[in-house]
T-cell receptor
Framework: KQEVTQIPAALSVPEGENLVLNCSFT??????LQWFRQDPGKGLTSLLL?????REQTSGRLNASLDKSSGRSTLYIAASQPGDSATYLC???????????FGTGTRLQVTL | DAGITQSPRHKVTETGTPVTLRCHQT?????MYWYRQDPGHGLRLIHY???????DKGEVSDGYSVSRSKTEDFLLTLESATSSQTSVYFC???????????FGQGTRLTVV
């Protein structure tokens, strides 16, 4: 059974700092990995999707990397802003029917 | 927005009553999913559908049933609601081809 872990569970950084969020998974036979953002009381917003054949994806100040063989992904956020404060979730797709297995998330707070 | 609408957004119901949550999409995506989100557990898959009338169970399907009679609608039914089903329920869609998953805004269900 696939298990996804995100460390740390919570993180507080001052504005402007670069930061890295971690995601690890136990079964390396994944099709892809997706990073989401969730604001309090809201749904999930897709940030980046990395296919299993890719090593990284970039969108603006976000860069996600994937090391499938070691079962790890990182989400790098450059020059953090208070508006980046949210919970960040990673999810991996394994098996059939495009099912996703989620980590429990990292709650990020960016302070002024 | 990815064209997903969940209804109702909030509901309070009594133990033992049936409840139906609706997910409606305008994207004509093949795959639809119901997840529940609980503190400490992250998002867990309840049921999913890979086409009209084609559905299957996820990891926490006990006490839930689903139906998909049209591509655009995926219904989640709690046959007899229990307090353990108090949760936030999310619908997601996916077009297949290992593409991105998109989520609705969620339904907060409280069973009293």
């Amino acid at each position: 059974k696939q298990e996804v872990t995100q460390i740390p569970a919570a993180l507080s950084v001052p504005e402007g700092e670069n930061l890295v969020l971690n995601c690890s998974f136990t079964d390396s036979a994944i099709y892809n990995l997706q990073w989401f953002r969730q604001d309090p009381g809201k749904g999930l917003t897709s940030l980046l999707l990395i296919q299993s054949s890719q090593r990284e994806q970039t969108s603006g100040r976000l860069n996600a990397s994937l090391d499938k063989s070691s079962g790890r992904s990182t989400l790098y956020i450059a020059a953090s802003q208070p508006g980046d404060s949210a919970t960040y979730l990673c999810a991996v797709e394994t098996g059939t029917a495009s099912k996703l297995t989620f980590g429990t998330g990292t709650r990020l707070q960016v302070t002024l | 927005d990815a064209g997903i609408t969940q209804s109702p957004r909030h509901k309070v119901t009594e133990t033992g009553t049936p409840v139906t949550l609706r997910c409606h999409q305008t994207e004509n995506h093949r795959y639809m999913y119901w997840y529940r989100q609980d503190p400490g557990h992250g998002l867990r898959l309840i049921h999913y559908s890979y086409g009209v009338k084609d559905t299957d169970k996820g990891e926490v399907s006990d006490g839930y049933s689903v139906s998909r009679s049209k591509t655009e609608d995926f219904l989640l039914t709690l046959e007899s609601a229990t307090s353990s089903q108090t949760s936030v329920y999310f619908c997601a869609i996916r077009g297949g081809g290992r593409g991105e998953a998109f989520f609705g805004q969620g339904t907060r269900l409280t069973v009293v």
